[in-house]
């Protein structure tokens, strides 16, 4: 059975806590026979905690299986990219270092290539995989695009991913600041690489000791936090 074309798999790193919670229930899974196929990365460890989920990108044209010189890595009418099938995998490793976006794990004790499936065995029946299933802070989301713009009125999902001169589509969507997505409809990741962290100051107007400020005249339409800057 398909996975419903309405339903779509979303990552927000700006939600993401680290708490790891995606990373225990995928080894639930039963197609992933106790292994995560899901893990965490952080964005710049020396600096920050920020974490980023990553999972299968379900690439529209996949790179992993395009390499692959046993034809090992099928990807399904409805675009889900699965793991290699074990009678053909001859454990080459041609698609970890071929995919962009470092997801195929090689297990050499098996001989076989595993990766993300987004839980074909839930999504194709229209469940939530394992991982957004159990995300409490809705960093991974599985719904409709409808859902998550109602959700995110800031942000807007990217499907489309540059690396030099490749363009890649996929079918799991990254949520970004919907004003970036406006001036270029995808996100250039050999040139994020080299972006710099912007500082951040946070001031607060502090008022004279005994000064009481007067009430605004509307308090409902007024921004609350006007006096602050980030």
């Given at each position: 059975?398909p996975k419903p074309d309405h339903l779509q798999f979303?990552?927000?790193?700006?939600?993401?806590?680290?708490?790891?919670?995606?990373?225990?229930?995928?080894?639930?899974?039963?197609?992933?026979?106790?292994?995560?196929?899901?893990?965490?990365?952080?964005?710049?460890?020396?600096?920050?905690?920020?974490?980023?989920?990553?999972?299968?990108?379900?690439?529209?044209?996949?790179?992993?299986?395009?390499?692959?010189?046993?034809?090992?890595?099928?990807?399904?009418?409805?675009?889900?990219?699965?793991?290699?099938?074990?009678?053909?995998?001859?454990?080459?490793?041609?698609?970890?270092?071929?995919?962009?976006?470092?997801?195929?794990?090689?297990?050499?004790?098996?001989?076989?290539?595993?990766?993300?499936?987004?839980?074909?065995?839930?999504?194709?029946?229209?469940?939530?995989?394992?991982?957004?299933?159990?995300?409490?802070?809705?960093?991974?989301?599985?719904?409709?695009?409808?859902?998550?713009?109602?959700?995110?009125?800031?942000?807007?999902?990217?499907?489309?991913?540059?690396?030099?001169?490749?363009?890649?589509?996929?079918?799991?969507?990254?949520?970004?600041?919907?004003?970036?997505?406006?001036?270029?409809?995808?996100?250039?990741?050999?040139?994020?690489?080299?972006?710099?962290?912007?500082?951040?100051?946070?001031?607060?107007?502090?008022?004279?000791?005994?000064?009481?400020?007067?009430?605004?005249?509307?308090?409902?339409?007024?921004?609350?936090?006007?006096?602050?800057?980030?």
């Amino acid at each position: 059975m398909p996975k419903p074309d309405h339903l779509q798999f979303f990552i927000d790193p700006n939600r993401c806590i680290g708490c790891q919670a995606c990373v225990q229930a995928c080894t639930e899974c039963d197609t992933h026979r106790g292994e995560s196929m899901i893990h965490l990365e952080y964005v710049e460890r020396s600096q920050s905690v920020q974490t980023v989920p990553v999972v299968c990108m379900h690439c529209n044209q996949p790179t992993c299986a395009e390499v692959c010189p046993a034809d090992a890595i099928k990807r399904t009418g409805d675009g889900i990219v699965q793991s290699a099938r074990k009678p053909r995998c001859i454990a080459c490793g041609n698609c970890v270092m071929a995919c962009p976006f470092g997801v195929p794990e090689l297990y050499e004790d098996r001989q076989i290539m595993m990766k993300c499936d987004m839980c074909y065995d839930r999504s194709s029946v229209g469940k939530k995989p394992m991982c957004a299933a159990v995300c409490p802070s809705q960093a991974l989301f599985f719904g409709t695009r409808e859902q998550v713009e109602q959700l995110r009125p800031m942000s807007r999902p990217i499907n489309r991913f540059q690396f030099g001169a490749q363009v890649i589509s996929t079918q799991v969507f990254v949520m970004t600041p919907r004003g970036a997505a406006s001036r270029q409809p995808w996100v250039d990741v050999t040139a994020a690489m080299d972006e710099q962290a912007r500082g951040r100051s946070v001031t607060f107007k502090v008022l004279p000791a005994g000064a009481v400020p007067e009430p605004p005249p509307d308090v409902a339409n007024v921004d609350p936090f006007a006096d602050i800057s980030v």
